[in-house]
């Protein structure tokens, strides 16, 4: 053992008391302690197996002790050259949304969108007010097409020959 590690600490207290909580081992002082330790030693170059065996040594119980290894190996990660899938991924998120964010390209969709959208409405508003009306339909004539005049019914041209009613008609029989 080294001169630098903690203390050696008791787990359990001696206590006689009857209640449940009494007996109840607080150990994250000591883990955190020998986390810290172990973090350290790892930093110097300590292999896991060399710590792990240390620790063992020292009163920890194998799966705590390979807990505290393995909490030191992951901290120490970015000192040892690894690279993780969440580091790749935290990396390529922080990129985007940095490009995404200070992109002209991305205020232009915006002003884009609305712009299209203006066009659009101004279309359905026109299609509409043809639809309903308000605009006179162009004569055939303005298009281009040949205009045949309206063939003429029977009656049309003719003289009326309609009485106005002042006039006495004829059955209206005179009494004279």
Same mark, same amino acid.
């Given at each position: 053992m080294t001169d630098d590690s903690p203390?050696?600490?008791?787990?359990?207290?001696?206590?006689?008391?009857?209640?449940?909580?009494?007996?109840?081992?607080?150990?994250?002082?000591?883990?955190?302690?020998?986390?810290?330790w172990a973090v350290e030693e790892m930093k110097k170059g300590r292999s896991p197996d060399d710590l792990s065996a240390e620790l063992i040594a020292s009163?920890?119980?194998?799966?705590?002790?390979?807990?505290? *290894? /393995?909490? #030191?190996? %992951?901290?120490?990660?970015?000192?040892?050259g690894v690279i993780t899938r969440d580091d790749v991924a935290r990396e390529n998120a922080s990129r985007y949304h940095k490009a995404m964010a200070?992109?002209?390209?991305?205020?232009?969709?915006f002003v884009s969108v609305f712009w299209?959208?203006?066009?659009?409405?101004?279309?359905?508003?026109?299609?509409?007010?043809?639809?309903?009306?308000?605009?006179r339909p162009r004569p055939a004539s303005s298009?281009?097409?040949? *205009? /045949?005049? #309206?063939? %003429?019914?029977e009656t049309e041209?003719?003289?009326?020959t309609a009485k106005s009613s002042d006039e006495p008609h004829e059955d209206e029989g005179s009494t004279g």
């Open positions: 203390a050696n600490e008791t787990k359990q207290p001696d206590s006689t008391d009857s209640t449940p909580l009494d007996h109840v081992i607080d150990d994250l002082e000591p883990k955190l302690a020998w986390g810290e009163g920890w119980d194998e799966d705590d002790a390979a807990e505290l *290894v /393995e909490a #030191a190996r %992951r901290q120490t990660r970015h000192l040892r200070v992109s002209a390209f991305s205020a232009f969709r299209l959208a203006a066009i659009a409405a101004r279309q359905v508003l026109n299609s509409l007010a043809f639809v309903l009306g308000s605009r298009l281009g097409f040949p *205009v /045949e005049p #309206a063939p %003429r019914t041209g003719q003289p009326d």
